[in-house]
């Protein structure tokens, strides 16, 4: 399976985005799906995930702002992000379960995206 994240950029606070990430491969509608980011010096961090039957978990700083959504036909999960603040600037990593779940644990994700930079200016 290939990710490939789009949909970052620079938007100023209080703003909004949509990332998506688009994913190869026939069985799609069986992999959880996850995204994470990373700050600069940070290590990178679990923000939302979604499992194959669409439920969904959020780490607490994005919920009520952040949602994580997916389309099975087109492949692809997207990430809906709200007032935005400058303190979610970084890149953002979509990542693939093969386990169906709906897990922050990064080490249950077997497929990662190559990352879309998000910047959020004050």
């Known amino acids: 399976v290939q990710l490939q994240a789009s949909g970052g950029g620079l938007v100023q606070d209080g703003g909004s985005l949509r990332l998506s990430c688009a994913a190869s491969?026939?069985?799609?509608?069986?992999?959880?799906m996850g995204w994470f980011r990373q700050a600069p010096g940070k290590e990178r961090e679990f923000v939302a995930t979604?499992?194959?039957?669409?439920?969904?978990y959020y780490e607490d700083s994005v919920k009520g702002r952040f949602t994580i959504s997916r389309d099975n036909a087109r492949k692809t999960v997207y990430l809906q992000m709200n007032s935005l603040k400058p303190e979610d600037t970084a890149v953002y990593y979509c990542?693939?379960?093969?386990?169906?779940?709906?897990?922050?644990?990064?080490?249950?994700?077997?497929?990662w995206g190559q990352g879309t930079l998000v910047t959020v200016s004050s």
């Open positions: 491969g026939r069985t799609f509608s069986s992999y959880g």
């Open positions: 979604i499992s194959r039957y669409g439920s969904t």
């Open positions: 990542a693939a379960d093969r386990g169906g779940g709906s897990t922050s644990n990064m080490r249950e994700y077997d497929y």
